[in-house]
């Protein structure tokens, strides 16, 4: 079995500073993990991903996220926060054999404020 | 590239009418997924398709749910009777084979059930 945890529904942040998204999963294999933004009224858009290697990986928009083997976690975070940067967040996780299907945490809206 | 085509964005019905959802892929892509997303939750696996084979259905509600993706392209998600906890997004999404590639989606299906 596969599940990921967001344990914040909100996090608020000004702009300008930096933020964090927190993420934990457990899977019983090798886990890819995924984050996704969502916009109002919109479908989920790929930010980034962890496969292997590095354990910092960069991607869309600034965000960054950093693979915690020991603490099972992949917070997203960003140094300089936007107005703009206000959405939904989920983070999701697939096991690298068998089911391929993504499952997802249960999101965390981000709110920065001006 | 295109990205995932759904089909339609909005639709609202009274509850034991039927709707049917329309999806077309990435072009290549050969597993595609539909997921449904209720207000406040993360997305949760429907259905995933192989081409035109079922991978995963075990999260699909048989008795009124049912997908078919015909020539391993388009896919079409019905539901009948609806029930008003249908009320929701209806996320399709395509993938290439890996399972560390990125599964990319659409903009949604937003059903309301009244």
């Known amino acids: 079995a596969q599940s990921v945890a967001q344990p914040e529904d909100q996090v608020n942040v000004a702009e300008g500073n930096p933020l964090t998204v927190k993420c934990t999963y457990s899977?019983?294999?090798?886990?890819?993990l995924f984050w996704y933004v969502q916009y109002p009224n919109r479908g989920l858009q790929f930010l980034l991903k962890?496969?292997?290697?590095?354990?910092l990986v960069k991607g869309s928009y600034g965000f960054e996220a950093e693979f915690n083997k020991s603490q099972t976690s992949f917070h997203l975070k960003k140094p300089s926060a936007l107005v703009s940067d206000s959405a939904l967040y989920f983070c999701?996780?697939?096991?690298?054999?068998?089911?391929?299907?993504?499952?997802f945490g249960s999101g965390t809206r981000l709110q920065v404020q001006p | 590239e295109a990205g995932v085509a759904q089909s339609p964005r909005y639709k609202i019905i009274e509850k034991r009418q039927s709707v049917a959802f329309w999806c077309n892929p990435i072009?290549?892509?050969?597993?595609l997924y539909w997921y449904q997303q209720i207000l406040g939750q993360g997305p949760k696996l429907l259905i995933q398709?192989?081409?035109?084979?079922?991978?995963?259905d075990s999260q699909l509600p048989k008795d009124r749910f049912s997908a078919e993706r015909l020539k391993g392209v388009d896919s079409t998600l019905k539901i009948q009777p609806a029930k008003l906890e249908d009320s929701a997004v209806y996320l399709c999404?395509?993938?290439?084979?890996?399972?560390?590639?990125?599964?990319?989606f659409g903009e949604g299906s937003w059903l309301t059930v009244v």
């Open positions: 072009s290549g892509h050969a597993t």
């Open positions: 899977v019983s294999g090798n886990p890819y």
């Open positions: 999701a996780v697939r096991m690298d054999t068998g089911r391929r299907a993504l499952t």
């Open positions: 398709f192989q081409n035109n084979g079922v991978v995963d």
């Open positions: 999404a395509s993938s290439s084979g890996y399972s560390g590639n990125t599964i990319y």
């Open positions: 962890y496969i292997t290697g590095d354990n």
